[in-house]
């Protein structure tokens, strides 16, 4: 069982930045790829990147690519998501989850953080 508990969520204006915080339970956290996701009411829980267990290889949704940056720590079982020069439509809720098995860019995760309010003003 992993839990997952997202932090550093809030209100910022556009072109602001903000890096979200989860931090997870339990011993095995480097074994686990580590996804972001983002959810605004109405719509799909959508993709935002994802980093292997060890750190390597982030992949990222075109529309964020450039902008934010997904970095882990092992050794606080912590995994980061930088987001820089924001803009109004990245607004939403942003999950992480952990995936034993591979990568994904679906939400088919096996734990799931509370989520944080991210809200970007024009």
């Known amino acids: 069982q992993v839990q997952l508990v997202e932090s550093g969520g809030g209100l910022v204006q556009a072109g602001g930045s903000l890096r979200l915080s989860c931090a997870a339970s339990g011993r095995t956290f480097s074994t686990y790829a580590m996804g972001w996701f983002r959810q605004v009411p109405g719509k799909e829980r959508e993709f935002v990147g994802v980093?292997?267990?060890?750190?390597?290889?982030?992949y990222y949704v075109d529309s964020v690519k450039g902008r934010f940056t997904i970095s882990r720590d092992n050794a606080k079982n912590t995994v980061y998501l930088q987001m820089t020069s924001l803009k109004p439509e990245d607004t939403a809720v942003y999950y992480c989850?952990?995936?034993?098995?591979?990568?994904?860019?679906?939400?088919?995760?096996?734990?799931w953080g509370q989520g944080t309010q991210v809200t970007v003003s024009s």
């Open positions: 980093i292997s267990g060890n750190g390597a290889h982030p």
């Open positions: 989850a952990a995936r034993k098995f591979g990568f994904a860019t679906t939400p088919d995760y096996d734990y």
